[in-house]
């Protein structure tokens, strides 16, 4: 492969691509001209990078805290990469597809045409949204209808906080144990 590189006609001189020019006024046309760039990005690209990036964009998913735009953004990156003749409809799949279900229950009913469009009404309920929360009103929707019991966090314990979870931890064990015990003396 790198013998390749020496036999090559013509070798680009310049970093960045030139575009190609028509022709006009009595000057000849100019063709467009790799740049090294382009020449590396496609020499070293890697055989299954089509593969790679189609996985990317049928497992994205929007998360939680990440803002709506990006999302958009990232979603119709990762469609170019993939084919960069996408459909209109097909970009919608994709947008849709990974989109958080409170957003997609206020944007799928009114059926975006194009990217733009859904842009648009994702711009609009995310700023009603923040407008909302701005004034302190709560999105029923968003928050589980049942209390639930608040468990203490055991995935990050800090020094300081380490005997109060030893303690909690012996009176959780001490109450499993006693519960069990009362209910194998029920039992007999």
């Known amino acids: 492969s790198a013998r390749n590189w020496f036999l ?29 760039r382009s020449v590396f990005l496609k020499e070293f690209q890697p ?3 089509g ?28 469609c170019r990469l993939v084919d960069p003749n996408m459909s209109e409809t097909h970009r919608l799949e994709h947008l849709f597809r990974g989109l958080r279900p409170i957003l997609f229950r206020k944007i799928y009913p009114l059926k975006p045409k194009t990217c ?3 842009l648009a009404l994702a711009k609009s ?17 968003a928050e589980p209808q049942k209390p639930q019991e608040q468990l203490p966090n055991l995935s990050v314990v800090y020094p300081d906080q380490q005997a109060d979870l030893i303690k909690t931890m ?12 009362s209910k194998e003396k029920n039992e007999q």
């Not at 009603?128 to 029923?140: E, H, N, P, V, Y």
């Open 8 to 36: 090559c006609a013509r070798l680009p001189n310049d970093w960045e691509d030139t575009a190609a020019q028509a022709a006009a006024a009595g000057n000849a046309a100019v063709a467009a001209v790799p740049g090294l």
């Open 47 to 49: 055989d299954n990078y």
């Open 51 to 78: 593969l790679f990036q189609e996985t990317r964009l049928r497992s994205r998913t929007q998360g939680v805290d990440e803002p709506t735009i990006r999302y958009y953004y990232k979603i119709l990156n990762l």
């Open 116 to 118: 733009e469009e859904f």
């Open 125 to 141: 309920y995310t700023e009603a949204l923040l407008m909302s929360d701005t004034r302190g009103w709560k999105d029923t929707t």
């Open 170 to 181: 012996r009176e959780l064990i001490q109450e499993t144990c006693e519960k069990l015990i």
